[in-house]
């Protein structure tokens, strides 16, 4: 089994170098985590006999004409080839719809390749060739809304619950994208794990979709808050910074992995957030604070 991942692993590998040659300018492929790729080297060497995480990087692609630049972001199973790659593609120059239609169609088309064939490169070839039609689309239909309603933006505010949030790389992947998204909130890492996070609406949905792939079972959002609003909406931010929130667990457990968070200082925390109403949403009971 480990010659098979080794061999799917040095094709990841080979296929990322030739991105590198293909985007050699800085910021063009940006690695979601170094020690990944450094992890998968030592690996693929000998040097280490821990399977690697799995590799994650965005790759920028830039249109021509209209000009606009869209962000592939990819993961890759330990499976791939053999098994398809997790990408999403995003662009601020394309509307939510057309971002969906535009997802919706590379899916098609990396389905309709032959199995076991390395396709990030294809997938970036196809956006260079099809893009523009959902750029225009974006733009028509820019062009045709009111300019009073073109200025409002939709700000959310997005509930996540998890039956518990430990591991390290985890919890750094779910700030990196925090901190990459421009968004407010907080982590409470233990068991149950709450992740909130608030800001423009597309970014909100997008951290979604980058925490749960490729492998987060046991999560689910369980409140949205939308607000329309002028500007950017930081004046409804109801936290400054995205906190690491950690509580004193229930009884004498240290950092176990069955530990158990007070439930009712994370009350409190809510309270001082003016969100005391998203307690029984999340836990599906009324709360009652931690006595002092």
Not at 67 to 91: C, E, G, M, T, W
Not at 93 to 105: H, I
Not at 183 to 196: A, E, N, Q, R, S
Not at 238 to 246: A, M, N
Request: hydrophobic share 35%; net charge negative; aromatic share 10%.
């Amino acid at each position: 089994m480990s010659s098979i991942i080794k061999e799917r692993l040095e094709l990841q590998m080979a296929e990322l170098e030739m991105l590198f040659s293909m985007f050699p300018d800085k910021g063009e492929i940006t690695l979601q985590d170094e020690n990944n790729f450094l992890n998968a080297q030592k690996y693929l060497n000998n040097t280490s006999e821990n399977l690697p995480h799995i590799i994650e990087y965005s790759v920028a692609v830039t249109i021509d004409e209209p000009k606009a630049r869209i962000n592939l972001q990819v993961a890759l199973p330990h499976d791939y080839p053999q098994v398809p790659p997790h990408l999403f593609a995003r662009s601020s120059a394309v509307d939510r719809q057309q971002q969906l239609q535009l997802n919706k169609d590379l899916a098609s088309y990396i389905a309709s390749l032959e199995p076991g064939e390395l396709c990030v490169c294809a997938a970036v070839q196809w956006l260079r060739d099809n893009s523009i039609s959902y750029l225009e689309n974006s733009k028509l239909h820019c062009e045709n809304v009111p300019r009073e309603s073109a200025v409002k933006t939709l700000f959310s505010r997005m509930w996540i619950y998890s039956h518990h949030i430990y591991r390290q790389e985890l919890r750094k992947k779910i700030f990196d994208c925090a901190k990459k998204l421009n968004l407010t909130g907080f982590c409470l890492t233990g068991k149950p794990g709450i992740i909130c996070v608030e800001g423009v609406k597309e970014n909100c949905e997008e951290f979604w979709h980058v925490i749960r792939y490729p492998n987060w079972k046991h999560i689910s959002c369980k409140h949205v808050e939308n607000r329309e609003t002028d500007g950017n909406g930081d004046n409804l931010r109801l936290f400054q910074t995205f906190e690491d929130l950690q509580f004193q667990a229930h009884g004498d457990y240290g950092l176990r992995n069955d530990y158990h968070m007070d439930l009712g200082q994370f009350l409190e925390f809510l309270k001082g957030h003016q969100s005391e109403h998203v307690f029984q949403i999340l836990f599906g009971i009324e709360g009652k604070c931690s006595d002092n």
